[in-house]
């Protein structure tokens, strides 16, 4: 029998899931002020989210374990190289050199993106309000980067990353719509961790991490800079805290509340991890950009509902947060 939806449960594990993401992307900060680059920390990331995928695949369902063939192959693949690795890469250069809010503000900019891709290249017509939204967006994001006060007042890397890092999660966007979310959900991300896991150990090899550093304790910096913590804790933080156990929550939220929904919460992360900002690092954005921030959320929002049944029947966080 199907279990019956209880929506209530689905919101508290849709906010447990946002918690833990929101947490996390303080979490991989320390990590990389601790020494850590971004592609080393994006290499131990995948390759343990990827090798416990494969132990639950092996335990509870074992026809995830045959990949995906043809044109979904390929697609997987895609999504494995940019969905996942480049867009957890370009992700943790944007929070190591950008306010954390602003880098997830950038990289929430994807279903935007999505929009345009599919009114100019797949001609589909667009609601009102999705260019209602994309303008308020827009706008908010010149405020947010101190664009409206005579020029960009950031990081010009990290500004790069942050909106490499949407364009890579407009690619998983799209890439489900392509198909591959009509494919078991398991079996997606388990091949696309792997094959995402093999590019990474190629250009960052997890064998040429620095060991020596896993025995280092680290200071948690901005207002927790007096508490110090094992490096090797924080990296266990953001393989089973920080990625396996906020995505299964929102997996199982599925459950109780529509994809949409889930969704849409989901996109109002950039407003908890501006808050953790502020609270964990000391970070101000002034009045201006803040509003900004604000502004881009509720126009990602608004423009998102303009194409709520096409987008993927899960949450967007295969690779993200």
Known sequence: MPTARKPALGFVLVGLGSSLFILNAG???????????????????????????LVAAAASRRTALRPPSGRLGLLVVLHGLVGVAALQWTYFVAIDRLPVGLALLLEYQAPLLVALWAHFVQHERLRRRVWVGLGMALLGLAAATGL??????FDSVGMVAGLGAAVCFATYFLVGEAGVAALDPLRVILWAFLVAAVAMNVTSPIW??????????????????DVTVPLALLLGWVVVLGTLVPFGVEILALRHLRAPTVTTVAMLEP????ALGWLWFDETLGAVAAAG?????????IAQSGRMPRML?????LAGA
């Open 293 to 301: 921030c604000l502004l881009v959320v509720a126009g990602i929002v």
């Open 148 to 153: 409206l006060q005579g020029g960009i007042s």
């Open 27 to 53: 979490v991989s900060r320390v990590v990389l002020r601790s020494g850590v680059t971004p592609a080393e920390l994006t290499t131990v990331r995948i390759t343990g989210t990827a090798l416990f995928l």
């Open 208 to 225: 040429a991490f620095p060991r020596q550093v896993l025995d280092d304790h680290v200071s948690l910096l901005g207002r927790l800079s």
């Open 313 to 317: 029947p899960e949450p967007p966080h």
């Open 271 to 274: 407003v908890g991890v501006t």
